[in-house]
């Protein structure tokens, strides 16, 4: 999938190949059925995605004001920008977004890419192995949440009797910012690691086996093969899975809104989260969507930056 | 005797069976924590020092589920929308995704990057925009309310997924179908279709887990409780102050079980249905 899915986002545009002239009819017939086909999922991911994120621009830079039914536009503004823009809530969002981002990646795709080249190398149990990994990843966020608040409690958590219990004291885990923001990233690792792991297992069981035949022959022992061999192979696979990782813990919502509530204070308040809070809480539509815009754009930039430089790398191989 | 034991145990104990035992540990223990305090009491869900196995054993959190909150119909409403959705995902998504590999189409290029940049953009971007069209159409508090951006939004990696698997199929058995005759709708119905069903249900899959899973347009689409899905059901359980985790967790039991049996059945394809595609890749 996944060196297919990377290389057919810009290359791929051959035509199948017409057997003789005599197709032209046959071929513009089919080109108005290939219409015909994609055109329902087309205009529905238009109409539901698309126009509401124009909408959104539109809204982030327009005076709202909001009225006993719905809201009205009044004027072109960049009000919504520089107020965002000044405050150090908004600011600090961003640093924890990006912060939380960076960490909880880094440690889901270095785990998760250990996990799956253990699984791949099992003989047996390894379908057992999946379906194990698979519950955290399909689980409910807000469960998954609850589940991480009643271990983290402060008075009957069972964390806090473990650290106890080995002489660490008794730690208030969603008490202080640090230890709630090390606590979140625990619990996010725990139910998206295994995501990775399976990305993982699916690209290395598409790799072609002569290779590390080839590497056997050769004399390469396993610690060589696996940097020379396996890790540049599943480049393009581990570069998907980022770029997933990525994505989704940028717009982090449930986690923090159920487990912390945003807290301590606002330690833990994402970008989405206080979108959210400015737009339904204070009812500030305008600088709702400048957070939630500035939010995807940096996203967006940060993504097709990280393609072009992965992208390089992988030819490089 | 005791050499032998030695080198067995050296034998169990490498790296391969101790990572296993890691990696079940650290995926399992939190699990077993979740199962465990669904049937403790409530003084077991508040002892401290924790109970590690609950004593007594109590189903009373599964009653409390289902009668004291309406968890049966969260239950309902989370299956309805996810179906629907599923079902509706699948249904256009394949006939893209077929299109989309197959079919001469103009600019498919940028249709793909197009899709890829959609399915990257943040949620919360589109959830005021969307809530006043809704709000507009008179649809909140109601099914299609979330069938309809459930549908949307998984729409683009289904087709990603469908796609990359329908170009891993071979052409012959279409061009032999399109010289006997038949029409492109006929190919892909009884030709395309049955061989890529590996591709289908990974997308399927993904797909449900993604609306099962959902929360900020739940939680912003349906405020009356007759419409709530579980993650909005589970969260707004009892006060701010105090929080049910027994019958949270309870619920939150019985909500893996439709996903449990769906990935558990299925779980060959999860992994096949994203490899396949490679084939041509």
Known sequence: MTRSMLENATANETPPPTPDQQVTGHRRRTTRIGWVFSSPALVIVALVTIFPIAFSVVLSLANVTVTGNGFQLAGFTFSNYSEIFHASVWRYALVFTVFYTVVTVAVEVILGTLIGLVLERLTKGRGLMMALLLVPWSMITVISAELWQYIFDGTYGVMQAIFSAIGLGQPQFLGTPTSAIISMMVADIWKTTPFVAIIVVAGLVMLPQEVFEAAAVDGAGSWTTFWRVTLPLLRPTIALAILFRILQAFGIFDLPFVLTGGGPGTATTSLAVLSYRTMFQNLNYGAGNAIAVSASVLVLIGCLLFLKVFRAQVSDA | ?281
């Open chain 2, 1 to 281: 005797m005791k050499f032998q034991t030695h080198t067995g145990l050296k034998k169990w104990v490498n790296l391969l069976n101790t990572s296993v035992v890691l990696i079940v540990l650290f995926v399992a223990l939190p699990l077993y924590w979740l199962i465990a305090s669904s049937f403790k009491t409530n003084v077991g869900i508040g002892a401290s020092p924790p109970q590690y196995f609950p004593d007594p054993l109590s189903i009373a959190n599964y009653q409390s589920a289902f009668v004291h909150y309406d968890f049966g119909i969260y239950f309902r409403n989370s299956l309805i929308v996810a179906i629907a959705a599923t079902f509706l995902v699948l249904a256009i998504g394949s006939l893209a995704g077929y299109a989309l590999a197959r079919l001469p189409i103009r600019g498919k290029t940028a249709i793909m990057v197009i899709l890829l940049m959609i399915s990257l953009f943040p949620e919360i971007a589109v959830v005021s925009p969307l809530y006043l069209v809704m709000h507009n159409l008179g649809w909140i508090d109601s099914y299609q309310v979330l069938i309809i951006p459930y549908t949307a939004f998984n729409l683009p990696f289904a087709i990603w997924i469908m796609r990359n698997y329908f170009l891993g199929i071979p052409r012959e058995m279409e061009e032999s179908a399109r010289v006997d005759g038949a029409s492109p709708l006929r190919t892909y119905w009884s030709i395309i279709l049955p061989q890529a069903l590996p591709g289908i249900f990974t997308a399927g899959i993904f797909t449900f887990t993604a609306c099962w899973t959902e929360f900020l347009m739940a939680l912003t689409f349906d405020n009356s409780n007759s419409f709530r899905t579980i993650p909005v059901g589970i969260a707004l359980f009892g006060s701010p102050n105090v929080i049910p985790y027994g019958t949270i967790f309870a619920a939150s039991v019985v909500a893996v079980v439709p996903i449990g049996i769906l990935v558990f059945v299925f779980r060959r394809f999860v992994v096949s249905g994203l490899t396949s595609g490679a084939v041509k890749g």
